[in-house]
């Protein structure tokens, strides 16, 4: 008996461990008729997701496939074609591209050279470009030689203005900016669907993260704007797909959170250690994912950038 139950729990272990290090495959989950997102991990980038995670779209036209981000790898935008391959043959046409972070376009390379013309909004591209070099090496460190074969390459169709109408086989996507989590950032909206891809603006099941080029006014400015379209769907960048009640739920009402409670307090003059300490345990936020890590760093960032008005 002793030595089944030692063979029991070796075997155990193996799969555990095995399921821990899987490696991560894409699937598309049908969001409408013709439209598809790919939900990807919520945890950190790494060699067994090549660095999907986020989410990613596409939207099935009579003249071929709408690809909404392109994946942080030329791996990674392999496994998103194959994907869109277990739903329809058809080419991929266009890449449109909602941010400037990492696995919103390093992948453009590899549909570039399938055929596929790369589209983002003007400052998107810029951001790209300026920002290249450090996320590449940044990536190194987490995917290591599964980045290899991977080439920056910016959207080159960039489009004027902080909003652009595409049309596409009969399908019209509107690319707005939000500029809230990454410089340039973006979301895509098919108001014939109701449907809104909103790129690292809205976050679902897991704490959105404010970082040194965040803004917060700026996302709680585009979440409102995102919130007035009154979409039946929400893909988020990262997490399920889900209605609008659920993405005010877990970001909306985050956003109203650091910009009139703790924004509030910074323009006050309040001391900032104080205020963190007063909102460290917010029963609301307390369920998603990462919230112990990165709440505290997003109030600090959201009074910096208050206190500084």
């Not at 139950?5 to 495959?25: C, G, K, N």
């Not at 998107?124 to 980045?147: D, I, P």
Request: with cysteine; proline share 4%; net charge neutral.
């Amino acid at each position: 008996m002793s030595r089944l139950f030692h063979l029991l729990a070796v075997t155990f272990l193996a799969l555990t461990s095995f399921a821990a290090h899987a490696e991560y495959i894409p699937r598309a989950e049908r969001v409408a008729d013709g439209v598809y997102a790919i939900v990807g991990p919520l945890g950190q980038r790494s060699a067994d997701n090549d660095g999907l995670n986020a989410n990613f779209g596409f939207v099935v036209t009579p003249s071929g496939v709408i690809l909404i981000d392109s994946g942080a790898s030329r791996i990674g935008a392999q496994k998103l074609e194959q994907a869109i391959r277990a739903v329809t043959a058809k080419p991929v046409r266009w890449v449109v591209n909602t941010g400037g972070q990492d696995h919103r376009w390093l992948g453009n390379d590899y549909f570039a050279g399938r055929g596929a013309e790369t589209i983002a909004l003007a400052r998107t591209a810029a951001t790209q470009a300026q920002q290249a070099a450090q996320q590449m090496a940044g990536l190194e460190r987490f995917l290591g030689e599964r980045l290899q074969g991977t080439q920056p390459r910016p959207a080159t169709r960039t489009l004027a203005g902080d909003e652009a109408t595409l049309e596409l086989g009969g399908e019209t996507l509107t690319l707005r900016y939000t500029d809230a989590h990454f410089p340039g950032d973006a979301m895509v909206h098919l108001p014939r669907r109701g449907i809104v891809f909103t790129g690292d603006l809205v976050y679902v099941d897991r704490m959105l993260g404010v970082m040194p080029l965040s803004s917060v006014q700026r996302g709680l400015t585009a979440f409102r704007a995102m919130a007035a379209l009154k979409p039946a769907r929400v893909v988020p960048g990262h997490g399920r797909v889900c209605d609008l009640a659920k993405a005010q739920q877990d970001t909306g009402d985050y956003y109203e959170f650091l910009a009139n409670t703790v924004g509030a307090s910074a323009k006050d003059l309040q001391p900032m250690d104080e205020v963190l300490k007063r909102h460290t345990d917010l029963p609301a936020f307390r369920h998603l994912e990462n919230y112990d890590a990165l709440h505290r760093a997003n109030m600090n960032r959201a009074f910096t950038e208050f206190e500084s008005q």
